[in-house]
């Protein structure tokens, strides 16, 4: 399964953006299994799973994002959204769906540049 990410761009501090995953080659029931999950990589930083979302919608945050970012998932379409609200130049990062334990192949990502 190779997740496909979009949406990124480049925003002003206190904006706002939503990126989408979709699980391209993922048959939906094995999607469906899945608790998913958004990551991001800033320069010189290792990956860090950043928000988590259940089959039915249960969702978890780093403190970081908490109050700020929102995880959702349309299992219909096999894809997973992450929306951004007041973004932070500390949110710049290569964001990446995967699975919670990273089982999936590791998309090309989709980069958030938030300008200081």
């Known amino acids: 399964v190779l997740p496909v990410e979009s949406g990124g761009g480049v925003v002003q501090a206190g904006g706002s953006l939503r990126v989408s995953c979709k699980a391209s080659?993922?048959?939906?029931?094995?999607?469906?299994?899945?608790?998913m999950g958004w990551y991001r990589q800033a320069p010189g930083k290792q990956r860090e799973l950043i928000a988590t979302?259940?089959?039915?919608?249960?969702?978890n945050y780093v403190d970081s994002v908490k109050g700020r970012f929102t995880i959702s998932r349309d299992n219909s379409r096999k894809t997973v959204y992450l929306q951004m609200n007041s973004l932070k130049p500390e949110d710049t990062a290569v964001y990446y769906c995967?699975?919670?334990?990273?089982?999936?192949?590791w998309g090309q990502g989709t980069q958030v540049t938030v300008p200081s």
């Open positions: 995967n699975t919670e334990t990273g089982e999936f192949s």
């Open positions: 080659g993922a048959i939906t029931s094995v999607f469906n299994s899945k608790i």
């Open positions: 979302i259940t089959r039915l919608g249960s969702t």
